[in-house]
């Protein structure tokens, strides 16, 4: 049947979303989920920033890449990553352009919403012990109590040896839970609000109640716990205070719905888009631009600290690489382009008065290109400028990769920031771009899996294009 003038003008004319599991063919679907296994992997290698840094170092090697020299004039196709203090890392490989010219940015963090461990954290009450937690980043306190638990984290000793935790990940290891009131006391809590009834001073997660059998000691609790921490760890208490441990949930990444079209895990936020954009990168093995992949940490908190992104790790890197060539930094960056990954808030339609519908990004319909994120009247954020949007979006098109707009819910209803704002303060061209999530900082996450394959796609993409 003919077309109408309408139904024309609307194909030239409109915007037409369509569901990336149907546009997508089965062959594409298979591929989106076989990806995912690989994923799956890294996030249970991977809970906190200090194991994202350590597995993606691993599989870096694998692909070639050698730690930084700085001094060393790289050639075309030569691989390089730089660790900074185990917590943050760059990587990337060596172009044929100019450097001067320019290098594509890919920017991630690798930390996440979590419990740490105060610097005096082990105590007794009332003959049960405990950890003592400052929670990191933003967190809904509610959702962590008897949620099973395990410990992650490194311990620098008195002597300068340093001493890896994991505990509550095996399933013949223990787990840990913060505790909550039973509801048959709770008639009161139920009339408090969120932040009066759980707190963050109450958040003390349980880990033993067994005494050390000796009539004269005290705290008898605490010194069989600390026994245990010794015997395993060769750890005293005074080593807490050398020591960044933190308590995340004791969950694996598994497939979520009978279609095993999702994905449940702690962490996507931001480790999805470390993933897919370190696999973009090792993909890219003869790049015409070159590329630099930056895992940072501390964006939860603001980013600020030495490993974060508001610090100058960045700009002394990519002094060091362009020194040899003679060519100053600043004129590397203001020739950049990056694109900051990271995770658009999906549309839930159990809370549907939260988002502006028609400017949400939703699962399944790929890859989020978020033009800016902040708050209210665009506070704190990164406002990319038109120009080079539709020139990331064009990429993506060209490619056909499945890909929407998206923004962090209404005007004035909350609103959060990226790592993107402080590599645009570097003059260089910034956008945010990553895959939309459901229950975001939630101690279990939601993806899909086509979402998380495009995602990589337009990492890859915006790598291999070409751009003035």
């Known amino acids: 049947m003919e077309k109408t003038k ?8 409109m915007m037409k979303m369509v569901n ?3 546009r997508l063919s089965d062959e594409e679907i298979d591929k989106a989920y076989d990806y995912a296994e690989g994923y799956k992997k890294y996030m249970d290698a991977a809970k906190i920033e200090m194991e994202a840094v350590r597995e993606a170092i691993r599989q870096l090697k694998e692909n070639g890449y050698e730690e930084f020299v700085p001094g060393k004039k790289y050639q075309p196709g030569e691989r390089f990553y730089y660790n900074n203090r185990g917590k943050s890392l760059i990587f990337g490989t060596m172009g044929t352009r100019p450097i001067e010219k320019g290098v594509k940015i890919l920017a991630a963090h690798v930390d996440s919403p979590r419990l740490d461990l105060k ?46 935790i994991t505990i509550g990940e095996d399933e013949n290891d ?13 008639s009161k809590q139920r009339t408090q609000t969120l932040a009066e009834a759980f707190k963050g001073e109450s958040m003390n997660i349980l880990i033993g109640s067994r005494q050390f059998k000796d009539e004269k000691a005290s705290e008898k609790v605490k010194l069989n716990l600390m026994k245990i921490f010794n015997e395993k760890y060769g750890i005293t208490e005074r080593d807490f205070l050398g020591a960044e441990l933190s308590v995340v949930p004791a969950l694996k990444a598994r497939d979520l719905g009978l279609d095993r079209s999702m994905i449940g895990a702690y962490g996507h936020d931001d480790r999805v888009c ?27 908190v603001g980013s600020d600290g030495n490993t974060g992104m508001h610090s100058r790790f960045l700009e002394y890197f990519l002094a060091d690489l362009a020194e040899p060539f003679g060519v100053p930094v600043r004129r590397v960056l203001s020739n950049s382009k990056c694109l900051s990954a ?31 994120t902040g708050a209210g009247g665009k506070s704190s954020t990164n406002d990319c400028n038109a120009k080079f949007t539709s020139k990331v979006c064009a990429i993506l098109d060209n490619a056909d990769v499945v890909w929407q707009f998206g923004e962090l819910g209404k005007v004035d209803q909350g609103g959060g920031g990226t790592v993107a704002k402080y590599i645009a303060e570097l003059d260089v061209d910034t956008i945010d771009i990553g895959v939309p999530v459901l229950c975001m900082h939630a101690p279990m996450e939601i993806i899909s899996k086509v979402d998380l394959y495009e995602t990589h796609r337009g990492f890859y993409e915006f790598l291999v294009a070409k751009m003035d």
């Open 6 to 13: 309408g139904e024309q003008l609307q194909e030239e004319l």
């Open 20 to 22: 990336g599991t149907t």
């Open 119 to 164: 610097p005096s954290p082990l105590f007794e009450e009332a003959e049960l012990g405990y950890l003592r937690p400052h929670y990191y980043g933003g967190i809904k306190k509610y959702q962590w109590p008897t949620i099973p638990l395990a410990l992650h984290g490194d311990v620098y000793k008195k002597d300068g040896s340093v001493v890896t």
């Open 174 to 186: 223990p787990i840990f839970c913060v505790t909550d009131l039973l509801p048959h006391l709770s």
């Open 274 to 300: 470390s993933y897919t954009e370190m696999t973009a990168e090792i993909a890219n093995t003869n790049p015409e631009w070159t590329s630099v992949v930056i895992f940072a940490d501390k964006e939860e």
């Open 342 to 372: 990271d995770v658009s808030a999906a549309f839930d339609p159990a809370f549907a008065d939260a988002y502006e519908k028609q400017n949400s990004s939703f699962i399944n319909y790929g890859v989020c290109v978020v033009k800016y």
